[in-house]
């Protein structure tokens, strides 16, 4: 046998992912919100009722290998197609062999990945075979399909949206890999459950990632006399690029590096925000997760000193989801910077507090009639409105008129500091309270 036999060949390798992708539903890992017992996706594959469909989800959790199983579930011609590497050409070629095999009775499941790489010429190429039902198109994408897939299009797909497996479903699979002879079964394989949980940890939900990092870290592996193959953390930690992870997204370090983070920014010390924002992105925590904290400390713990605090933040976030790791971790310091140095006030914070106490400690308060909106003669009649005075209308645009029920008529909320832009909100709130007691 040579190297470039077409014989099955010892020298080439299947990858254990591929190896292991599941072809029944009991198999499947993940996505029990759309194949567990009962769901909507499960039913309409076991009555064979596909119809068109998108899978929107992150890469590596079973889009494509969801469709593999469909297809064969409903014995369809299952026929993968790429954006990446097909044009209009390809597609007519595919569709009238698809229109050919639906004359002879087989139906024709076409996956698509990455569909939203096709131009709008390209998927209108799809629509009148989608139509006649010479195929079952299921497209996959990463990108929303609101705004990648033309509506035609998308008008006539159901999208279901797969989400990131779990830690516990990754960890389950590298599991199965030790286990199945498809994986490493007939190979005695010495890991510890802590690697395997830094594995999956690591790979943020990602299916191939965590088998393609444990594969690698079994073929560095250490093989003793007995045949047994011994990974240790160092050897996982060197397959990661990164050393060994004590980060738990559901623990207690999980709580205390965020705690570290969140109250860094509010000490106003960005050296320190900096070095635990790392921390957790070197721990495999998610950044979007990073990015959502800082939205909330931008009102939480700066409010109304620096509204554009809340701005930096949300662009922060918007920019963490168009790049992702590794990239956006510069754009998460510039926001635990930007937090750190803003002026602080925690006067918002404290508002909602005080007004979710009132509201839990008191009845329901009915809405004052003058501020009311009388839109009908019997709520006029009712007096919805009456009394009302619009603020626009006066020379101070302010009017002396009571908002709050009269059980709550004098309570105050809202105590703004004296640090940064807040300093004027406090200034000009003071003068309006005092206008409105001398009236």
Same mark, same amino acid.
């Given at each position: 046998?040579?190297?470039?036999?077409?014989?099955?060949?010892?020298?080439?390798?299947?990858?254990?992912?591929?190896?292991?992708?599941?072809?029944?539903?009991?198999?499947?890992?993940?996505?029990?919100?759309?194949?567990?017992?009962?769901?909507?996706?499960?039913?309409?594959?076991?009555?064979?009722?596909?119809?068109?469909?998108?899978?929107?989800?992150?890469?590596?959790?079973?889009?494509?290998?969801?469709?593999?199983?469909?297809?064969?579930?409903?014995?369809?011609?299952?026929?993968?197609?790429?954006?990446?590497?097909?044009?209009?050409?390809?597609?007519?070629?595919?569709?009238?062999? !698809?229109?050919?095999?639906?004359?002879?009775?087989?139906?024709?499941?076409?996956?698509?990945?990455?569909?939203?790489?096709?131009?709008?010429?390209?998927?209108?190429?799809?629509?009148?075979?989608?139509?006649?039902?010479?195929?079952?198109?299921?497209?996959?994408?990463?990108?929303?399909?609101?705004?990648?897939?033309?509506?035609?299009?998308?008008?006539?797909?159901?999208?279901?949206?797969?989400? !990131?497996?779990?830690?516990?479903?990754?960890?389950?699979?590298?599991?199965?890999?030790?286990?199945?002879?498809?994986?490493?079964?007939?190979?005695?394989?010495?890991?510890? /459950? /802590?690697?395997?949980?830094?594995?999956?940890?690591?790979?943020?939900?990602?299916?191939?990632?965590?088998?393609?990092?444990?594969?690698?870290?079994?073929?560095?592996?250490?093989?003793?006399?007995?045949?047994?193959?011994?990974?240790?953390?160092?050897?996982?930690?060197?397959?990661?690029?990164?050393?060994?992870?004590?980060?738990?997204?559901?623990?207690?370090?999980?709580?205390?590096?965020?705690?570290?983070?969140?109250?860094?920014?509010?000490?106003? /010390?960005? /050296?320190?925000?900096?070095?635990?924002?790392?921390?957790?992105?070197?721990?495999?925590?998610?950044?979007?997760?990073?990015?959502?904290?800082?939205?909330?400390?931008?009102?939480?713990?700066?409010?109304?000193?620096?509204?554009? !605090?809340?701005?930096?933040?949300?662009?922060?976030?918007?920019?963490?989801?168009?790049?992702?790791?590794?990239?956006?971790?510069?754009?998460?310091?510039?926001?635990?910077?930007?937090?750190?140095?803003?002026?602080?006030?925690?006067?918002?914070?404290?508002?909602?507090?005080?007004?979710?106490?009132?509201?839990?400690?008191?009845?329901?308060?009915?809405?004052?009639?003058?501020?009311?909106?009388?839109?009908?003669?019997?709520?006029?009649?009712?007096?919805?409105?009456?009394?009302?005075?619009?603020?626009?209308?006066?020379?101070?645009?302010?009017?002396?008129?009571?908002?709050?029920?009269?059980?709550?008529?004098?309570?105050?909320?809202?105590?703004?500091?004296?640090?940064?832009?807040? !300093?004027?909100?406090?200034?000009?709130?003071?003068?309006?309270?005092?206008?409105?007691?001398?009236?």
């Amino acid at each position: 046998m040579s190297l470039f036999s077409d014989s099955p060949s010892q020298f080439i390798k299947t990858p254990l992912a591929s190896r292991l992708r599941p072809e029944t539903l009991d198999e499947y890992v993940g996505q029990q919100h759309l194949v567990g017992q009962g769901m909507l996706l499960r039913q309409l594959i076991e009555k064979d009722q596909i119809s068109s469909m998108i899978f929107w989800g992150p890469p590596g959790v079973g889009k494509t290998t969801l469709a593999r199983i469909i297809a064969g579930h409903t014995h369809s011609h299952f026929v993968e197609f790429s954006a990446v590497t097909s044009g209009i050409k390809e597609v007519k070629e595919v569709m009238k062999e !698809a229109e050919d095999n639906r004359k002879l009775g087989i139906r024709t499941l076409l996956f698509t990945d990455e569909i939203h790489r096709f131009n709008k010429a390209q998927q209108d190429a799809f629509l009148p075979y989608v139509e006649k039902g010479s195929i079952v198109l299921v497209g996959a994408t990463t990108e929303n399909p609101s705004f990648e897939i033309n509506s035609a299009l998308l008008s006539r797909c159901k999208v279901f949206i797969l989400k !990131a497996l779990t830690e516990d479903d990754l960890f389950g699979l590298l599991k199965t890999a030790l286990t199945s002879e498809k994986g490493f079964g007939n190979s005695p394989i010495n890991i510890s /459950d /802590d690697s395997l949980r830094s594995i999956a940890a690591f790979s943020n939900g990602d299916a191939r990632c965590a088998l393609n990092t444990l594969e690698m870290s079994v073929n560095n592996g250490i093989l003793d006399a007995d045949g047994v193959i011994t990974v240790s953390s160092e050897i996982v930690a060197q397959c990661m690029d990164r050393r060994s992870l004590l980060y738990d997204k559901n623990g207690e370090e999980h709580y205390n590096l965020i705690s570290a983070l969140h109250k860094s920014m509010r000490n106003s /010390d960005p /050296d320190a925000a900096v070095y635990w924002m790392s921390r957790m992105i070197d721990g495999g925590e998610d950044p979007l997760y990073i990015a959502r904290r800082m939205v909330r400390f931008a009102s939480e713990d700066v409010g109304m000193a620096d509204s554009n !605090a809340l701005n930096v933040a949300i662009n922060v976030y918007q920019a963490c989801h168009f790049l992702g790791l590794p990239e956006c971790n510069v754009h998460l310091a510039h926001a635990a910077v930007y937090l750190s140095m803003a002026p602080k006030s925690n006067a918002l914070e404290r508002a909602c507090i005080e007004a979710e106490n009132d509201i839990k400690e008191s009845p329901a308060e009915p809405v004052p009639h003058h501020i009311r909106n009388g839109v009908t003669k019997l709520m006029k009649d009712a007096g919805y409105g009456k009394g009302y005075i619009y603020a626009h209308d006066t020379e101070e645009k302010i009017t002396k008129m009571q908002c709050l029920p009269d059980s709550l008529k004098d309570r105050r909320y809202y105590d703004p500091g004296v640090m940064g832009d807040e !300093a004027a909100v406090k200034e000009r709130l003071d003068e309006i309270r005092k206008w409105r007691s001398e009236k």
